[in-house]
Antibody, heavy 119, light 108 residues
């Protein structure tokens, strides 16, 4: 069965960096795009970033563009989110999600990693 | 950027009742790229519907999606106790992949 496991969350000071990882299993990772979606405490879902199956295409929400970088290592079945210049408003649970079959909806989600940006 | 507005914000219903959730886009969108998700407290979101009306794997047939243009609907024909949750609509296939703000379905 499909499993997505995020790691790397924690407490970080404003302006610092953090890298999230998402390990995938149960499907042919190299054939699917991946998303990062975040959810601030008590708030709704916000799409943050996307990467194509081979890493050749990337896209970001305006709120993270220029600060966050999504990447993947298909040999390790892992997708990453490098977060730089973190702000208090980046505090959220970050979910990785797998592209659906035939469309870029999110058909499977990880359990999430909490990132808290605070001094 | 297309904005998705969900209504109502909260829906108070009893088990067995029909739930109708609305999602309106700020401009006309392709119905091929519309999805609905369910999220329960402390859990990750779960895909219910994609392509406006296709149920995801394992989703009961009491969940159905419809719509076109700017107006999309998720219907739960008869609410089961496990259906009380927050529901989000999403437009995908374009940048950004926008979510609505959510509708909470609570027990009346």
């Amino acid at each position: 069965q499909v499993q997505l496991v995020e790691s790397g969350g924690g407490v970080v000071q404003p302006g610092k960096s953090l890298r999230l990882s998402c390990g995938a299993s149960g499907f042919r990772f190299s054939r699917y795009g991946m998303h990062w979606v975040r959810q601030a405490p008590g708030k709704g879902l916000e799409w943050a970033a996307f990467i194509s199956f081979d890493g050749s295409k990337k896209d970001y929400a305006d709120s993270v563009k220029g600060r966050f970088n999504i990447s993947r290592d298909n040999s390790k079945n892992t997708v990453y989110l490098q977060m730089n210049s973190l702000r208090a408003e980046d505090t959220a649970v970050y979910y990785c999600a797998k592209w659906g079959v035939g469309g870029s909806y999110c058909d499977y989600w990880g359990q999430g990693a909490l990132v808290t940006v605070s001094s | 950027e297309i904005v998705l507005t969900q209504s109502p914000g909260t829906l108070s219903l009893s088990p067995g009742e029909r739930a109708t959730l609305s999602c309106r886009a700020s401009q006309s969108v392709s119905s091929s790229y519309f999805a609905w998700y369910q999220q329960k407290p402390g859990q990750s979101p779960r895909l219910l519907i994609y392509g406006t009306s296709s149920r995801a794997t394992g989703i009961p047939d009491r969940f159905s999606g419809s719509g076109s243009g700017t107006d999309f609907t998720l219907t739960v024909s008869r609410l089961e106790p496990e259906d009380f949750a927050v529901y989000y609509c999403q437009l995908y296939g374009s940048s950004p992949a926008t979510f609505g703000q959510g509708t909470k379905v609570e027990v009346k």
